[in-house]
């Protein structure tokens, strides 16, 4: 079966620390892959896109990794600030599909 | 700039009460959808729709109904409403243009609780 996975336990990082989450995928072959972010009480934000043909994506603070080899993104806030403190949830597409898969989200915590 | 709205914010429900949730966009999007999330279980898209007049089955579209009449709304309904429907549902839309890799946008949910 199809499956997305993020880490279900939050990361705690100290500020100015760099935040590392990951989103493996199994039995999918996505066109793209996107990262949301998501503040309590509040609908998904979207961030960042990354291509299957991509290695890396970045902005401001932000990069994306894309390893189709692997199946998985790797997705880092650097410099992280408590405002960055929020789920980040990734997302997969294919093409001949119109939806979006999203992983369950990761939650992170930036201590001050 | 509105964006997605959602109305209500909040609702609570008797089991076997029918409600209607609203999604209205004023991007002129031509692909709408609805979520529901639940906890620990992520995003799950229930029903969506690629245009005016025109819906179809996510993942999880048992005991719901959906209607885009009009471009800039679609609306989620429930006919008979089960506790199992207790839920956060988000609406959202994305346009169709250049490429099919645009992001989604997301209104701020509705909150529904069934008693």
């Known amino acids: 079966s199809q499956k997305i996975e993020q880490n279900s336990e939050a990361l705690n990082i100290q500020e100015g620390k760099t935040a590392t989450l990951t989103c493996n995928y199994t039995n999918y072959s996505p066109a793209y892959l996107q990262w949301y972010r998501q503040d309590p009480g509040r609908g998904p934000v979207f961030l960042l896109l990354?291509?299957?043909?991509?290695k890396e994506k970045r902005k401001e603070r932000l990069k994306v990794t894309f390893d189709t080899t692997l199946k998985q993104s790797l997705f880092h806030i650097t410099a992280s600030q408590p405002a960055d403190s929020a789920t980040y949830l990734c997302a997969l597409f294919r093409y001949g599909n119109n939806r979006l898969a999203f992983g369950k989200g990761n939650q992170v915590v930036v201590i001050p | 700039n509105a964006g997605v709205t959602q109305t209500p914010k909040f609702r609570v429900l008797k089991t076997g009460q029918s409600m209607t949730l609203l999604c209205a966009q004023d991007m002129n999007h031509e692909y709408m959808y609805w979520y529901r999330q639940d906890p620990g279980m992520g995003l799950r898209l229930i029903h969506y729709s690629v245009g005016e007049g025109t819906t179809a089955k996510g993942e999880v579209p048992d005991g719901y109904n959906v209607s885009r009449l009009k471009k800039q709304n679609f609306l989620l309904g429930l006919e008979s409403a089960a506790p199992s429907q207790t839920s956060v549902y988000f609406c959202?839309?994305?346009?169709?243009?250049?490429?099919?890799?645009?992001?989604?946008?997301f209104g701020d949910g509705t909150r529904l609780s069934i008693l």
């Open positions: 990354i291509r299957e043909n991509e």
């Open positions: 959202a839309s994305r346009s169709s243009g250049g490429s099919s890799n645009q992001p989604q946008h």
